[in-house]
């Protein structure tokens, strides 16, 4: 009866201590205007782009904004995948 | 995704400084300032190694942190940026940043000096996307155009990378392991878990 109510103080106490791992919250600080996301475009409309938008992903697609990034440096700044 | 990291790898970087002209024309960055630079260590010696240096958009900026008006943010994508309209060009955060980044432009009437500038990861501001106000206040928004950072598009060893950390990372541990050194550097085992990690290569292998 004792034994799993110790593991269960010890698991809370591991717990409470991994609290101090976290991180603090920086995205907007006090006072600061409320910045747009980058995957919502350019353009002056809603999740629109402008000529000067890159090709290959839907403007206001988050996980497309992600994916051509990645692809992006892969394929101007990696040349071994040009060469091999 | 990873947080949006620079790394430039100083066995490439050829102290042309195109990454430099190519930050100050993006951005048409005022005068005095260089959101971006060229250091060179040892220079005129043999083996000399030059490395460019901006903003390192740090995961526990100092900057951030001395700033009175807490004029700083970090976007989800782990870029530091600062509203200009909030700022009151004090300068403790380019006392505060061990890279120099924040800069401060002294145009302005008896050289007072103006709003701090630094680099933005080509992310603009807290200004609406592509307008021109984020234009002059921050530069280029190339990040919400779905491109990467002028100066390491521009860079022509590739010696500078940005974008996604993993990618990057991924990209300079390849250069490493084909060119057989650079893995005995301090960190190395920390970052890539390298069974070689503070050891020079053996017989010119690396592993």
């Given at each position: 009866m004792k034994r799993p109510g110790l593991i269960a103080l010890g698991v809370a106490l591991a717990a409470s201590c991994l609290v101090a791992c976290g991180e603090k919250p920086q995205t907007n600080a006090q006072g600061v205007k409320r910045d747009a996301v980058p995957w919502s475009g350019t353009s002056s409309q809603q999740n629109a782009g402008t000529v000067f938008t890159a090709p290959g992903w839907k403007v206001g697609d988050k996980t497309a904004w992600q994916q051509q990034l990645k692809t992006r440096t892969q394929n101007g700044q990696n040349e071994y995948n040009k060469e091999n | 995704?990873?947080?949006?990291?620079?790394?430039?790898?100083?066995?490439?970087?050829?102290?042309?400084?195109?990454?430099?002209?190519?930050?100050?024309?993006?951005?048409?960055?005022?005068?005095?300032?260089?959101?971006?630079?060229?250091?060179?260590?040892?220079?005129?010696?043999?083996?000399?190694?030059?490395?460019?240096?901006?903003?390192?958009?740090?995961?526990?900026?100092?900057?951030?942190?001395?700033?009175?008006?807490?004029?700083?943010?970090?976007?989800?994508?782990?870029?530091?940026?600062?509203?200009?309209?909030?700022?009151?060009?004090?300068?403790?955060?380019?006392?505060?940043?061990?890279?120099?980044?924040?800069?401060?432009?002294?145009?302005?009437?008896?050289?007072?000096?103006?709003?701090?500038?630094?680099?933005?990861?080509?992310?603009?501001?807290?200004?609406?996307?592509?307008?021109?106000?984020?234009?002059?206040?921050?530069?280029r928004n190339r990040l919400a155009e779905g491109k990467l950072p002028a100066c390491a598009e521009m860079c022509s060893t590739k010696a500078l990378l940005a974008g996604d950390g993993d990618v990057v990372a991924d990209i300079f541990r390849t250069r490493v392991v084909q060119r057989g050194k650079g893995a005995e550097v301090w960190g190395w085992g920390t970052a890539y878990g390298s069974q070689q990690a503070g050891k020079p290569p053996v017989n010119g292998v690396q592993k």
């Open positions: - | 995704m990873a947080r949006m990291k620079f790394v430039c790898d100083a066995e490439r970087c050829i102290e042309c400084n195109s990454c430099v002209t190519a930050c100050k024309n993006e951005n048409e960055v005022p005068w005095g300032v260089n959101r971006r630079r060229v250091v060179t260590l040892n220079d005129g010696v043999p083996g000399e190694k030059s490395i460019s240096v901006a903003c390192m958009h740090c995961s526990d900026a100092p900057c951030m942190a001395v700033c009175p008006v807490q004029c700083f943010y970090r976007t989800e994508e782990g870029v530091v940026l600062h509203d200009k309209d909030v700022c009151i060009g004090c300068g403790y955060c380019s006392y505060a940043c061990p890279f120099g980044a924040p800069q401060f432009p002294s145009q302005g009437t008896f050289g007072v000096r103006g709003k701090m500038d630094k680099c933005t990861f080509c992310a603009g501001g807290p200004e609406t996307n592509g307008s021109e106000a984020e234009f002059e206040k921050y530069g």
